[in-house]
């Protein structure tokens, strides 16, 4: 993820600290010397192979010199390990929406990263056990017979191709151009997917 620095504030954008940090939060830093970091603390790093890149990730194991990390919304740790130089502060504390919350770290933000993981893992677990309910339902085209919720169609024309989008209370669940379709789900439900003679590709709404 990229984020835009002034002094010790950073505003957050990405999905691997999901449960924990929304997009847009004003994440508060400070100082943290090596031997200061325990497991459990959020960190912002500089990325390996791009300087300019600053990561945000928790500590999750200290260990003969070795630092660990992972996001909370990664099952995965981080497959290098974080050197001290990369090191820029730690998290202490986010602005949303005019408030300010702490950041829970060390032994704490040990028991909460556990816990959104916890919670990723059987979310996971649910999403492959209903899957082949998922692609059922889908063939069936039983759901648009029993659900019609109220989308807009709009159209927008740019300087290439025009873009159609759906809108269902006012949030985007549908995006289309001459090369790439994005359905939300369950919205895909609602609609029939083909190729175009161009190889473009066509929805169609099921009715």
């Not at 957050?12 to 970091?37: A, H, I």
């Not at 974080?82 to 300010?100: D, F, Q």
Request: charged content about 35%; proline content about 6%; glycine content about 8%.
């Amino acid at each position: 993820m990229k984020m835009n620095a002034e002094k010790t504030n950073l505003f957050y954008n990405g999905r691997s600290m999901r449960g924990t940090f929304r997009n847009g939060d004003l994440l508060e830093l400070e100082p943290v010397k090596p031997g200061d970091l325990r497991p459990g603390d959020v960190v912002v790093y500089r990325g390996k192979d791009d300087p300019e890149e600053m990561v945000v990730h928790r500590v999750v194991l200290i260990a003969k010199g070795r630092i660990r990390t992972r996001g909370d919304w990664n099952l995965q740790e981080d497959s290098t390990d974080l050197a001290y130089s990369r090191l820029i502060g730690r998290v202490t504390g986010l602005e949303r929406k005019g408030n300010r919350h702490t950041v829970a770290n060390g032994p704490r933000g040990r028991n909460k990263a556990r816990f959104i993981h916890t919670r990723l893992q059987i979310q996971r677990c649910l999403q492959k056990c209903l899957r082949p309910l998922y692609v059922l339902l889908k063939k069936s085209r039983i759901i648009p017979r029993i659900w019609d919720p109220p989308l807009r169609k709009v159209r927008f024309q740019t300087d290439g191709d025009p873009i159609i989008k759906y809108l269902h209370r006012g949030k985007t669940v549908l995006s289309r151009d001459s090369r790439r379709l994005w359905i939300k789900k369950p919205y895909d439900l609602l609609f029939r997917v083909r190729t175009g003679p161009r190889g473009e590709p066509v929805c169609e709404r099921i009715r």
